[in-house]
């Protein structure tokens, strides 16, 4: 079936840091791939996406490369702040592409 | 709407009652979609609507589980008898149809927060 596995944290980082978290989906379909983030008492929402392979998503920083060819959507940014800090969640479109199927979160802890 | 509401924002209930939670949706957005957030935990899918009717009901947990969509509108997830496990933040999101070319997204509502004591 469709899954999303992406790494456990915390991660907890220093101001200015480099940022990845792994994301790796499995190979059905033709997907497009997703990242929502949920900062502190609030709702997820939309941090970048790609709808085919090689694409790359970017916005506040923040970026991702859709790689067929090792099935992964890993997120970068290359210098995190302490707003940053969040719970950030992998997705990816069903092969019905009616729905998404969600990783089960990475926390994020950016320290001063 | 402007964004997509969820009411209660915070519920605390006892074991054995029932509950209903409500989402409004952004205007015009014919997909409507429930996920279920456990502390620390990841969305679990419960439902989708696709107007009115829910051609995806497989991840709801249990038969005390229900949802309706009226109007291709306002949703409400109802849980009867609810239990402790049950607790966990409900989250609703809503879109235009076809997410698989990315031009439509899922936006999200701050969930409702329930909480069985």
């Known amino acids: 079936g469709d899954s999303v596995t992406q790494m456990e944290g915390p991660v907890t980082l220093s101001e200015e840091a480099f940022l990845t978290i792994n994301c790796t989906y499995t190979?059905?379909?033709?997907?497009?791939l997703f990242w929502y983030v949920q900062y502190p008492g609030e709702g997820l929402q939309l941090l970048l996406k790609a709808t085919k392979a090689d694409d790359k998503g970017s916005n506040k920083g923040f970026e991702a490369t859709y790689r067929k060819e090792t099935t992964s959507f890993h997120l970068e940014k290359g210098s995190v702040q302490v707003s940053d800090s969040a719970v950030y969640f992998c997705?990816?479109?069903?092969?019905?592409?009616?729905?998404?199927?969600f990783g089960g979160g990475t926390r994020l802890m950016v320290k001063p | 709407g402007a964004g997509v509401s969820q009411s209660p924002s915070n519920k605390v209930t006892e074991k054995g009652k029932d509950v209903e939670l409500r989402c409004d949706p952004i205007s015009g957005h014919t997909a409507l979609y429930w996920y279920r957030q456990r502390l620390g935990q990841g969305l679990e899918f419960l439902i989708y609507?696709?107007?009115?009717?829910?051609?995806?009901k497989s991840g709801l947990p249990s038969d005390r589980f229900s949802a309706e969509r009226t109007g291709g509108s306002v949703s409400t997830l109802t849980i009867q008898r609810t239990q402790q496990e049950d607790s966990a933040v409900y989250l609703c999101?809503?879109?235009?149809?076809?997410?698989?070319?990315?031009?439509?997204?899922?936006?999200f509502g701050a969930g409702s927060r329930l909480t069985v004591l």
């Open positions: 999101a809503s879109s235009l149809p076809g997410l698989r070319a990315g031009a439509n997204v899922l936006t």
């Open positions: 190979a059905t379909g033709y997907p497009s």
């Open positions: 609507f696709q107007g009115n009717s829910a051609p995806d």
């Open positions: 997705a990816r479109t069903n092969n019905a592409g009616n729905m998404l199927t």
